[in-house]
């Protein structure tokens, strides 16, 4: 059993910090009805490195399984009346569009609460939904730049550094799934509605939680080294060094340990943590002095052998490789709407009693027009009618 089985999503979303937050409530089960332009979620075609997997753009493909697609003109009469039928039958309401936007169109959340007061409401945006910087646009790195993330990352004497996937995205996305689950275990005890609002600039501060309340608090900013080390403010060996074939990651560890297991001198004498702190590069460069001679795999076989966390410096493509990974069925395979297959990350908790699950591949684009709206009611004329009038798309090739 699935926990949101009775729970339908009204999915206004596009994008990472949206759409990935409704699949993650598909994977729970819900009933998510995605509501595109005739023409498409922008992320159909948006490409990753100038390249479409069979078509179509792997952000959407990525963001989008356990969907229904339900393709209307929201500008006309027609198809917003459908998309307003969605959303009186919906349990929750999600959305990232820019402030104001929705008011435009006739769902902000007042409007939205007449007509059905008992509906969820998530809005999830880039600044909040008021303040000064309201109205400005934004993208991930801006986040990132804004809040402190790049100017900490990376090495002394570099330019700051961004992460090198969208973290504020993600972990926005994330919350506004968590709160919405908030959002109906209050329903269901109260059996009141809310809005939920979220946006990315909040998520970029509560991502450094440990760095910022450091920052604050010490009054000094996080410095980077000059070597390839793990965080800003912990002390070596936690980092990233050379091997002969390549590069390790060693995480906390004592000195010792490491200077036992590589029989290695020149790790002793620092006093207290401050001081492993200050010579971080010179131990950085002792250590290195070491792993630069010997193979990554041999490397890492001693630290775990010395119970020391480390792992080899793996790229994206080797990922479907790993034992640990296969182990926990974190690479699905699922169809691609156009044909085919297509790998993509699997669903990353196990539950005893109600387990997420991909059940359903991402949509093509008004695959499922047809069905949802003939659940709502309409006729297969009416259907038609509105298909001529281009208020809605339909896929004919999957909905006839």
Same mark, same amino acid.
């Given at each position: ?52 997997? +069979? ?19 929201? @500008? %006309? ?7 307003? @039928? ?52 934004? /993208? ?28 504020? +995205? ?65 002390? $070596? ?16 560890? $004592? ?20 001081? &492993?702190? *200050? ?23 001693? &630290?775990?052998?010395?119970?020391? /966390? ?6 994206? %493509? ?5 034992? /640990? ?8 395979? &699922? ?26 591949? $991402?949509?093509?684009?008004? *695959? ?6 003939? *659940? ?25």
């Amino acid at each position: 059993m699935q926990t949101l089985t009775d729970v339908t999503v009204a999915d206004f979303t596009q994008l990472m910090a949206g759409g990935w937050s409704t699949q993650k409530l598909g994977d729970m089960g819900a009933d998510v009805i995605k509501i595109e332009r005739p023409t498409g979620d922008v992320q159909r075609e948006m490409s990753y490195r100038g390249t479409l997997l +069979d078509g179509t753009g792997i952000g959407y493909l990525t963001m989008n399984r356990n969907k229904r697609s339900v393709a209307l003109d929201l @500008k %006309t009469e027609e198809g917003h009346r459908a998309a307003t @039928k969605i959303v009186e039958e919906a349990d929750v309401l999600v959305h990232n569009y820019r402030p104001g936007v929705m008011s435009r169109l006739g769902l902000s959340y007042d409007d939205v609460t007449e007509l059905n007061p008992e509906i969820i409401y998530v809005a999830v945006s880039g600044y909040g939904s008021s303040g000064p910087y309201a109205d400005r646009p934004g /993208q991930d790195l801006i986040y990132q730049a804004m809040t402190g993330l790049t100017s900490y990352t990376g090495r002394a004497g570099e330019p700051p550094t961004p992460a090198g996937t969208v973290v504020v +995205d993600e972990h926005t996305a994330t919350l506004a799934a968590m709160h919405t689950l908030q959002a109906l275990y209050h329903r269901e005890r109260t059996g009141e509605g809310q809005k939920v609002e979220t946006n990315l600039l909040n998520a970029a501060v509560d991502l450094q939680c440990n760095e910022l309340t450091y920052a604050m608090n010490v009054g000094e900013d996080l410095d980077r080294g000059e070597k390839t080390h793990g965080h800003p403010y912990l002390y $070596p060996p936690y980092g990233i060094y050379e091997t002969d074939d390549g590069h390790v990651a060693i995480g906390m560890a $004592p000195l010792e340990t490491i200077a036992d297991t590589f029989d290695l001198d020149g790790l002793s004498g620092y006093d207290g943590q401050r001081e &492993l702190f *200050e010579h971080r590069d010179e131990i950085h460069d002792t250590i290195e002095s070491y792993t630069e001679t010997r193979p990554t795999d041999e490397v890492v076989d001693e &630290l775990v052998d010395a119970d020391v /966390q480390a792992s080899a410096v793996r790229y994206p %493509t080797e990922l479907a490789s790993n034992p /640990q990974v296969q182990h926990n069925d974190m690479i699905l395979e &699922l169809d691609h709407p156009e044909g085919g297959t297509f790998e993509t990350t699997g669903v990353p908790v196990e539950m005893s009693g109600s387990e997420p699950a991909a059940a359903r591949s $991402p949509p093509g684009l008004g *695959e499922d027009t047809r069905d949802v709206l003939g *659940e709502l009611g309409y006729s297969d004329d009416e259907i038609d009618r509105l298909a001529a009038d281009e208020a809605i798309g339909v896929d004919d090739a999957s909905g006839e």
